[in-house]
């Protein structure tokens, strides 16, 4: 995949790093610092000389995951998913520069972990990928939460979520057996009818893979019809790129 410029991550990514560090923590990084490092880069990113107090998080401190108590005020979907036109480019310019390093980094990481997809992998993942999907049950933030974009792990006995809370799973659930956070990238991508989506790319010796919960089927992204926006890079939580 052709990863360019880094980038501002989403704040509803961002929102969740400061709630759940240690879904967020990279080598060598403290919990601590994780969550610092995610406050500082939300703020950075939803924050604008132009518009000093958007729609934004107002965070409820000590909301954990599966508490079901989002933020009281939370960016619209575009925003949260780094869309918004306001964003670019003092939003993206103030969100980089909170994170020390960060655009020497970006493009070095790229292609540096890839898994050796051997059969048993491969079913692995798929069986991880397919039964998120069928347990997991489509449900709009606005829906659940009364908020325009919220990132969490979805839990309980009949657990909801959208696409991105879909990914965060899938992510939790690989590192749980085995695979390297390293190998995996969260990407936002505009669908062919135009909506805004999240998938996760998982890195292999056959190409990055995706898994999605549109469809049960794993792909190299290069055979989706997906136009692609920015990602993780790869071997940082908190750091992104744009893609092309």
């Known amino acids: ?16 790093c400061n709630r759940n560090p240690r879904d967020c923590q990279e080598p060598a990084i403290s919990v601590d610092d994780t969550r610092e490092q995610a406050q500082r ?4 990113s ?33 925003i949260a998913m780094g869309r918004s036109a306001s964003a670019a480019p003092d939003r993206e310019s103030k969100a980089l520069d909170a994170h020390p390093g960060f655009a020497a980094d970006a493009v070095k990481a790229v292609g540096r972990a890839a898994l050796f997809l051997s059969p048993i992998d491969l079913a692995r993942i798929d069986e991880i990928n397919r039964g998120l999907n069928r347990s997991i049950r489509q449900s709009s933030d606005r829906r659940q939460y009364r908020v325009g974009d ?18 965060l799973a899938k992510r939790s659930a690989l590192v749980a057996a085995g695979y390297s ?3 995996l990238s969260i990407a ?43 990602r ?12 092309g």
């Open 150 to 167: 919220y990132w969490t792990i979805p839990e309980g006995r009949a657990p909801r979520g959208d696409c991105e809370d879909y990914v």
């Open 188 to 230: 936002l991508v505009i669908t062919p009818w135009g909506e805004d989506h999240a998938v996760l790319l998982v890195s292999t010796t056959d190409g990055e893979l995706v898994l999605d919960n549109l469809t049960p089927r794993i792909e190299r992204w290069d055979r989706t019809d997906y136009r692609w926006l920015k």
């Open 46 to 78: 939803v924050f604008t000389d132009a518009d000093p107090e958007p729609a934004a998080v107002t965070r409820r401190s000590g909301a954990a995951r599966g508490s079901n108590r989002p933020p009281a005020r939370i960016a619209e979907h575009a």
């Open 1 to 16: 995949m052709p990863v360019g410029a880094p980038t501002a991550a989403p704040a509803g990514f961002l929102d969740f």
């Open 232 to 243: 993780q890079t790869p071997g940082h939580a908190l750091a992104w790129s744009a893609i």
């Open 181 to 183: 956070p390293t190998l």
């Open 41 to 44: 880069l939300f703020w950075a």
